[in-house]
């Protein structure tokens, strides 16, 4: 049998990921062939940087500063996308599917937002969309959940998937420093972008399981419902005071299935230092998948960087090579369910979400303010698992009136909660607003 010839591969976009798949791709072309059964070769590049892409790929590949100038190329059989964004993005990888390209992208957002129409597109014209890049870099979640997991009625996935937020979270745990110190640091040592909006404030990690959650219970892509809270609020205390607990604060995206439906929501959480996820460090990304059959899984590693992300965007076109003649009913599909069988289930309102929660309370160090707090939470049916006192003293210095009134509950609803700190805040004696932060046990 005479051997196939190489896969012909388009490259929108050559910056750090794009410059990764290429070395990765060369370094390595003798096993990736003998893994894909065929050689893949990056015939042509676009990039608005032509001088810059052509340093970087010689005279290996075609470079063009235009996008629609490789979709046009009928010998590109597949077309990476790492332009990123959802506005050129998303055109171009709707050209390239109505030019019959099979697409591999490391776009979490463009996906979040327009998986469903990109999805739909792909399926029509029997090709593939591949994107195992877009979510936790390095790390084969996306795999895991369509296909090492497939047997199981997957439970709950939470995830550290967001390595800017962990790496702030950590410098604040490590060395007592309030947010706004560390957040400069990061940006010095290039962890964190000049405007560090998506990750800080949650964003990229909410278009991050987003995805998941579609994959883990077989529902669209619905971004629009996530509940989206970043890490701009926190403080060195909280950090501290969750330590002397138990806990640790992580940046967590969490998917649930519920009664009623799905759970979508990424916030700061805080999880039981004893578990493994709490003890994921810098900008490392981990996920715990918690399914039926199999139990508890986890998956750690680089989500971010040049190669770590190129070692994704690099198995997807070996999986899209292997499969490039097969019969597109026998693919795996996009969202692991098939597309006839997505789930209608609802994604559930965050008022109706259930967890427990840390309170943490400035009020005034006199006589009775413990007493008219949790006789407020006892009325709203919310039962207390602990309490910290603080010494005035320790929190204001020498001679202060003020202190701190930390409270770890048992699990109630959203709702029932946002009432309860309500009537809270109007006390005379609580000073400040409550910080309020989600407990999640991961048992």
């Not at 550290?160 to 745990?173: K, P, Q, W």
């Not at 969202?335 to 427990?356: G, H, I, K, N």
């Not at 840390?358 to 039962?383: E, F, K, N």
Request: aromatic letters at 4%.
């Amino acid at each position: 049998m005479s051997e196939l010839q190489p896969i012909h591969v388009g490259l929108l976009g050559i910056g750090t990921v794009g410059s990764g798949v290429f070395h990765v791709l060369r370094r390595n072309q003798e096993e990736i062939r003998r893994r894909a059964g065929r050689g893949i070769q990056i015939a042509m590049v676009a990039d608005l940087d032509t001088e810059r892409a052509r340093a970087i790929v010689g005279d290996a590949a075609t470079v063009v500063g235009d996008a629609l100038a490789v979709i046009a190329n009928p010998a590109i059989d597949i077309v990476v996308e790492l332009i990123g964004g959802t506005g050129i993005a998303r055109q171009l990888v709707m050209e390239a599917i109505a030019a019959g390209k099979h697409v591999v992208t490391a776009n979490k957002a463009l996906l979040a937002v327009h998986g469903s129409e990109i999805f739909a597109a792909a399926q029509a014209k029997g090709v593939m969309v591949a994107f195992e890049a877009a979510v936790a870099g390095g790390i084969p979640i996306i795999k895991a959940l369509r296909e090492g997991l497939t047997a199981n009625r997957i439970q709950w996935v939470a995830g550290i998937i967001n390595g800017t937020t962990n790496f702030i979270l950590s410098e604040m745990r490590d060395k007592g420093l309030d947010f706004d110190v560390v957040l400069k640091e990061a940006q010095r040592l290039g962890y964190a972008e000049a405007d560090p909006t998506f990750d800080i404030e949650g964003i990229d990690a909410a278009h991050k399981v987003t995805l998941i959650s579609a994959l883990a219970f077989g529902i669209p892509v619905q971004f629009d419902k996530a509940y989206v809270e970043g890490i701009t609020k926190l403080q060195a205390a909280d950090i501290r005071y969750a330590e002397q607990l138990g806990y640790r604060i992580k940046l967590l995206g969490i998917t649930k299935r519920v009664d009623g439906g799905v759970e979508l929501r990424v916030h700061p959480t805080l999880v039981p230092a004893r578990r493994l996820i709490a003890n994921v460090e810098g900008a490392m990304n981990a996920v715990v998948v918690q399914g039926d059959a199999v139990g508890t899984t986890l998956y750690y590693g680089k989500g971010a960087g040049s190669e770590p992300t190129a070692s994704a965007v690099i198995a997807d076109l070996v999986d899209v090579t292997r499969l490039h003649t097969a019969d597109p009913l026998h693919r795996v599909p996009h969202l692991a369910f098939q597309p006839d069988a997505m789930s209608p289930l609802p994604v559930v309102a965050m008022e109706q979400v259930v967890t427990s929660y840390y309170l943490r309370l400035r009020v005034a160090d006199q006589p009775g303010v413990l007493a008219d707090v949790t006789g407020i939470l006892a009325r709203a049916g919310i039962s207390i698992d602990a309490v910290l006192q603080r010494e005035a003293d320790e929190v204001g210095g020498q001679g202060s009136t003020q202190t701190d009134l930390i409270i770890l509950t048992h699990d109630t609803a959203e709702g029932t909660m946002n009432a309860a700190l309500r009537a809270i805040e109007a006390l005379p004696t609580v000073l400040a607003p409550v910080v309020r932060i989600r407990k999640e046990e991961l048992a």
